[in-house]
């Protein structure tokens, strides 16, 4: 657009007008590619084991099963189970011969999985006095550690089936090897910072060996490793501080395309009701529902464009426009 406006006309900031203008385009922007993402926020290692844990499910499983994880924040320790169906109850039965046998955590975070937000589980958590934290629809690295983790499960899974093998023997074998080797960011064993003891299994171990943890240490590594990993994805990402603001009018993302020509924003019109750290909350300008959402599926929109007047000489050499931008929620 500049290079044709340099070859006709010019008016005084021609440049930043074609460029409000271009931004100002809802089609453009209906199909334009995400926002960059915000930069990491690290999680703080918890005081102590068993403070802040985080749930999961990962299935179906061609045997139709499902399998429930639940991993520690600070030593990260983690447990699975086998269930066939995964509803609240389910759930809550699961969670309570877990916390039996180790006790009731300060908080939980989960996805946004019916079974997981409903009315049910949150009851629950309240008698027991545990904080239940939800993530952001449809952006599950805020909850990455369990994701992480689900990662390496499903790997052994495929492993298991690429040999032949019964997948529950193998998973129990993992769950052994993983709470027993130690873990890249801690530089402890999983057994080590949750029990204060080492698991012994099949390799020889000495007898008679006393744990002496030293808080500082891991904390020191563990802050060294997160710092080190946010800073290569932020690179990666291109992560950048969102500009969005309360108020602002945006798009969001559109997340079931029906087929090819499906736009990649939904054309009704949303307005920014909080900003944390890119944890969004929106307010629909039609209907008023209120829904969370992260930065990378909102579209900001921009100014409406409206020619006010135009004038021209006889010759058509020289063309002088009058115009402004107006905000669409004028």
């Known amino acids: 657009m500049k290079s044709r406006l340099r070859t006709k006309i010019w008016w005084p900031k021609c440049y930043k007008d074609s460029e409000n203008l271009c931004k100002a385009c809802k089609g453009c922007t209906l199909v334009s590619a995400p926002n960059p993402p915000n930069p990491l926020k690290r999680r703080e290692l918890p005081t102590e084991p068993w403070i802040d844990v985080a749930i999961d499910l990962m299935g179906p499983l061609p045997s139709n099963d499902y399998i429930f994880v639940i991993v520690d924040y600070y030593s990260l320790y983690k447990e699975v189970n086998i269930c066939r169906t995964i509803t609240s109850s389910v759930i809550i039965v699961l969670l309570k011969e877990i916390f039996s046998r180790l006790g009731n955590p300060v908080s939980i975070t989960a996805d946004n999985g019916k079974q997981f937000i409903s009315a049910e589980l949150n009851e629950f958590c ?96 563990d802050r060294e490793c997160k710092e080190k990993g946010k800073e290569y994805a932020d690179r990666k990402r291109r992560a950048q501080d969102c500009d969005l603001q309360v108020g602002d009018k ?55 464009w409206k020619a006010l007047d135009t004038e021209s000489t006889e010759d058509g050499d020289v063309v002088r426009e009058h115009s402004e931008l107006s905000d669409k929620s004028n």
């Open 126 to 221: 309240k008698e027991q006095n545990i904080r239940i934290y939800h993530t952001i629809p449809y952006f599950p690295q805020q909850n990455g550690e369990v994701e992480r983790q689900n990662r390496d499960i499903l790997k052994r899974l495929k492993i298991s089936q690429a040999e032949k093998k019964d997948w529950k023997e193998a998973l129990s074998e993992y769950m052994i090897m993983y709470n027993s080797t130690p873990h890249t960011v801690t530089g402890k064993t999983p057994s080590e910072l949750f029990f204060s003891r080492q698991f012994r299994d099949k390799l020889p171990m000495m007898r008679n060996i006393t744990y002496n943890p030293r808080d500082e240490d891991i904390r020191d590594r």
């Open 250 to 304: 945006v798009y969001i993302k559109n997340m079931n395309k029906s087929n090819k020509l499906s736009l990649n924003y939904e054309p009704t019109s949303h307005t920014i009701v909080s900003n944390n750290n890119g944890d969004i909350e929106i307010r629909n300008d039609e209907t008023g529902n209120k829904i969370r959402r992260n930065v990378v599926h909102l579209k900001k929109v921009e100014g409406q």
